[in-house]
């Protein structure tokens, strides 16, 4: 990979929110000002992007603070409130301060900030600094796509911009200013230290290992991190709570396998990685979490984490932070799998078996957002997924399927982006939506459920945009007691009941649909439902 020349500093959360649009706009800022310097070697830094699985993120991360020239700052609410964001940000402000500049930060203000506008802070806050210098007003451009020709020159003025600025940079002591560039001041506040840990630790055998299948060669130049070894004959760790006791932030945990019976506590930012078949990695917890994620930054994948017995506990309970959670087997026999709470707790959980769970596989509620991405969610004794009160996930390209009471429900006035999934052969209907939840449902392949595809009542609302759904025991898409969907764009067929039934004071809009070939008809609405019905082929 060449050298990253700028650091994306960014809420995820705000990537996630405008479907990838801030990806997108690095990946499209970085060809621009290719283009404007016919330098082709330079890249902005994204943690999405430039972070490969096996990889220490936390030194991948700082490393690439300590070797780029400017950061580019999205400025959002959620920016403000992310320590990891501000925490990059201070870096760069001692950087300037060093080398006496004021032009290596480029802040885009994307979506307005309560007091970014005016002078409700002191002279010394962060928004008075960034008051005092160029930033670049995108809010309205958020709108706007990235092909538009407002966009694009708005593309090129800032790509101009960073040119110049560059170009600055490099003819103001080069030498010197990138040797004080790559050199971070020793009291700088590093991502690895945005939670404070005891400094005093006892001492604790560490093994570097060789890579196995499990864990991927890391690319040239970046360093493994201090490995401790878990295995439960052999030591030198023989659970994972002694290892993780004496652990340092961004250490590696490596989990030999055998049956290690406890909960874990992860509270400080590690990887936790199993080596060997997952099947054979067993971490089974009763009466307790198997896994409580209690921290910023974490990673754990290939283990099998099995939640027994009794009480009110997840097999994975993420109640703050960035978990990636991969290619793990997770059963419980109480409460859901997985359960993502708090305003901060923002996941990826990738490519997992989420299975025979007492209750739903996944619950999201309390603010929780995350991102879920290729698991297969199946035989649960409820939902698949459940999104509740507050809750913001994405659900994408994942297989949900055979769970008891549906596969995805969303409530409560919960949103969610439920998009390219797999649906099917759930023993209520596909996706439920009620009480005023408000997702949005797009390309998803619904199909084989024992009631209806898409079922919304009770002042549910929704967008269901350009989905398969066919062959249900039900009606393709049911609306009944207020519910209120945008139902457009969409292949309903071979459906056993209606294509699209409406009853009971059903609202909501039926749009350029395709109906056709579904047992009882296109569509029917009772005298007191009032959808709108429009350009659908029947």
């Not at 970085?30 to 830094?45: C, N």
């Not at 201090?226 to 250490?251: C, E, F, K, M």
């Not at 596909?430 to 005023?436: A, C, H, P, S």
Request: with cysteine; glycine share 8%; net charge negative.
């Amino acid at each position: 990979m060449s050298k990253a020349t700028a650091f994306l500093s960014y809420a995820r959360f705000n990537d996630q929110h405008d479907v990838d649009a801030l990806s997108n706009l690095s990946a499209r800022l970085e060809g621009e000002i290719r283009t404007v310097t016919g330098d082709d070697s330079f890249t902005i830094f994204q943690d999405r992007r430039n972070i490969q699985v096996g990889q220490n993120w936390l030194e991948r991360i700082n490393q690439a603070l300590d070797s780029v020239t400017l950061l580019i700052a999205i400025l959002t609410p959620s920016f403000f409130r992310s320590d990891y964001c501000l925490a990059e940000m201070q870096h760069f402000l001692e950087q300037e301060e060093k080398l006496k500049r004021n032009d290596l930060i480029i802040p885009i203000y994307y979506v307005d900030v309560l007091g970014l506008n005016g002078n409700e802070h002191g002279p010394n806050s962060l928004f008075d600094v960034i008051r005092s210098r160029q930033f670049y007003d995108w809010r309205e451009l958020r709108f706007e796509s990235l092909d538009s020709a407002q966009t694009r020159r708005a593309l090129n003025r800032l790509a101009v911009q960073i040119r110049d600025a560059l170009d600055r940079f490099a003819k103001t002591s080069p030498a010197e200013s990138a040797k004080s560039l790559r050199m971070a001041p020793a009291n700088n506040q590093r991502v690895a230290d945005a939670q404070p840990y005891e400094t005093s630790q006892p001492a604790r055998p560490v093994e570097q290992t060789t890579q196995t299948d499990n864990v991927l060669n890391q690319p040239a130049g970046i360093s493994e991190p201090p490995t401790l070894v878990v295995d439960s004959l052999r030591g030198p760790y023989t659970t994972l709570a002694s290892a993780i006791s004496v652990a340092n932030a961004g250490d590696r945990v490596l989990v030999r396998p055998g049956i290690y019976e406890e909960g874990l506590v992860m509270d400080k930012p590690l990887e936790i990685i199993g080596q060997g078949k997952r099947d054979e990695i067993l971490i089974d917890a009763a009466g307790t979490n198997a896994l409580a994620f209690r921290t910023t930054l974490g990673r754990v994948t290939n283990l099998t984490l099995r939640q027994f017995s009794g009480g009110d506990y997840f097999a994975v309970d993420i109640g703050q932070g960035r978990l990636t959670l991969e290619n793990c087997r997770i059963e419980s026999d109480n409460l859901a799998g997985i359960a993502i709470h708090g305003d901060g707790a923002d996941p990826i959980i990738r490519n997992n078996l989420i299975h025979r769970c007492r209750q739903s596989g996944v619950v999201v509620f309390d603010n929780g957002r995350g991102t879920l991405e290729e698991n297969d969610i199946a035989d649960n004794a409820v939902c698949g997924v459940v999104i509740r009160a507050g809750g913001n996930p994405v659900l994408r390209g994942n297989q949900i399927h055979d769970n008891r009471q549906g596969g995805v429900q969303t409530e409560r006035g919960a949103l969610g982006r439920i998009e390219e999934n797999d649906i099917f052969k759930n023993q209520c209907e596909g996706i439920v939506i009620k009480d005023q939840g408000n997702p949005f449902v797009r390309l998803n392949t619904i199909y084989k459920n024992t009631k209806a595809g898409i079922y919304v009542y009770d002042q549910g609302q929704g967008t269901l945009e350009g989905n398969e759904i066919h062959d249900n025991q039900n009606s393709g898409v049911a609306i009944r007691t207020q519910g209120n969907p945008i139902v457009q764009r969409n292949r309903i067929t071979k459906n056993n009941g209606k294509g699209v039934w409406c009853n009971n004071n059903a609202m909501g809009a039926v749009e350029n649909n395709d109906l056709r070939g579904n047992n009882f008809g296109a569509f029917w609405k009772s005298d007191d439902s009032t959808t709108l019905y429009a350009d659908n082929q029947e």
